[in-house]
């Protein structure tokens, strides 16, 4: 397959590209490395020997995103490109639903003006707000987001399911009109093709690709556990601040389901492969199904790295749920994947990454 991944010089899509090239589709990259940098592509091609074609461009940009689709004419397009720092999202929400919302929809109207009919989106557990009960499943309502960024999930995946309901209405009504005449033309109108839409929800990716040459690159002071528990392991910074102890949990810190970004990278593979024999708009949540701790990943992060990483305890972060992890069943029984990695791998696999490259890609 043909695949085009926006955002795909960043921390997921890199990793996606080369568990792409390595069940051997074809990728090309869309990014305007604003968060991300060339780079991180150029070691996908080196990891898997194969070429890359790399395009730099907003997503949002829908003259320029006509020429790259209309020349590359994409079997499937895998949709990373976003912004995705939560504080920042509650600074700056205008800029989150502008980025967010643009690109997804100059995609959509991209496709439909080209015949293009496939498309896997990244969205996040955190949909499921803060009500529902983990474990969680795909058909639970979700919920209230508690950032912007959060919203701006949850509307792209509505938006990408109004948008297939739709064009499953105009195939019907294309095929009453031209009376089962598949191929009639419609004074020149590119003939409407149902789209099939499909939803990931990604819990908690952390890691590295094993050989640790791309890992996950984040600027200034990272928001997330598993880089800043990186960057204190290799001396970057003094000490990891756990985020409240007083949950009603077994060691009183918040539980996540971790996934090794390479589980999640193969999940993506098996999505793209699944939107082309399915039409609809379907959603899969891609996680583990095993919760961890706080200080269950900051013990295995010592393991790993041979020496225990230091923390102090402190307050609650606002926003923070107590708990969150997936009912994987969905994935496994449709499109044949599971996590594979445990944590041991994950820890293991990020300091490769961090160790050998202290400053990521010094962008
Ligand atoms: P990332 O920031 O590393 O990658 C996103 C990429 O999109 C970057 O390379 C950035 O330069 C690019 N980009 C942003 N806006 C763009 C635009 N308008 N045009 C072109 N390129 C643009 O983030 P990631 O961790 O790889 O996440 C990928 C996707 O998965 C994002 O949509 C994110 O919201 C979603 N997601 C991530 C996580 C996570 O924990 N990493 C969890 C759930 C969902
Ligand atoms: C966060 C976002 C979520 C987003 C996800 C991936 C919030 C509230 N949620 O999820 O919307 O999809 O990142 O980008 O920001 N922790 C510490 N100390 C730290 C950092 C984190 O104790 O320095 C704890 C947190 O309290 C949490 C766990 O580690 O319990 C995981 O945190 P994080 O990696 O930020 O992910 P989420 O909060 O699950």
């Not at 592509?41 to 790259?68: H, P, S």
């Not at 019907?172 to 003939?191: C, E, L, Q």
């Not at 599971?338 to 944590?343: F, L, N, Q, S, Y």
Request: hydrophobic share 35%; with cysteine; aromatic share 8%.
């Amino acid at each position: 397959m043909k695949i085009l991944l926006t955002g795909g010089a960043g921390y997921i899509g890199s990793h996606t590209a080369v568990a792409l090239l390595e069940a051997g589709h074809d990728a090309a990259v869309v990014d305007n490395y604003s968060n991300s940098s060339p780079e991180a592509v150029r070691r996908a091609e080196q990891i898997t020997g194969k070429e890359i074609r790399l395009y730099e461009a907003d997503v949002a940009d829908k003259n320029r995103m006509m020429e790259i689709l209309r020349s590359e004419m994409p079997d499937c397009i895998i949709h990373f490109a976003g912004l995705k720092a939560v504080g920042e999202s509650v600074a700056k929400p205008v800029e989150y639903y502008r980025n967010n919302i643009d690109t997804t929809l100059t995609l959509i109207e991209c496709m439909k003006e080209l015949g293009l009919s496939n498309i896997v989106f990244s969205s996040s557990a955190t949909v499921y707000g803060e009500d529902n009960i983990p474990p969680f499943t795909e058909n639970m309502p979700k919920g209230v987001c508690t950032n912007p960024y959060g919203w701006t999930k949850w509307m792209q995946e509505q938006i990408l399911t109004d948008a297939w309901f739709a064009s499953e209405k105009e195939v019907i009504s294309w095929a009453k009109a031209h009376d089962g005449d598949a191929a009639a033309s419609d004074s020149g109108r590119v003939r409407p093709r149902e789209l099939s839409v499909v939803l990931l929800r990604y819990f908690n990716p952390v890691g590295a690709h094993e050989s640790g040459m791309i890992g996950e690159d984040p600027q200034g002071i990272p928001n997330n556990l598993m880089p800043y528990i990186s960057q204190v392991a290799v001396g970057r910074r003094d000490h990891l601040t756990v985020f409240g102890d007083d949950y009603d949990t077994p060691d009183g810190t918040c539980r996540r389901d971790y996934i090794h970004v390479m589980d999640l990278a193969e999940g993506h593979v098996k999505a793209a492969e699944y939107s082309l024999e399915h039409r609809g708009a379907e959603v899969f949540n891609l996680g583990t199904g095993n919760p961890y701790s706080v200080l269950d990943m900051v013990k295995a992060f010592g393991d790993a790295c041979g020496h225990p990483v230091k923390y102090e305890i402190g307050p609650r972060r606002a926003g923070d749920v107590q708990d969150s992890w997936a009912n994987a069943d969905k994935a496994k029984e449709i499109l044949g994947w599971e996590a594979k990695r445990g944590i041991a791998e994950i820890c293991r696999d990020a300091w490769k990454w961090q160790s050998g490259n202290p400053n990521g890609y010094d962008r």
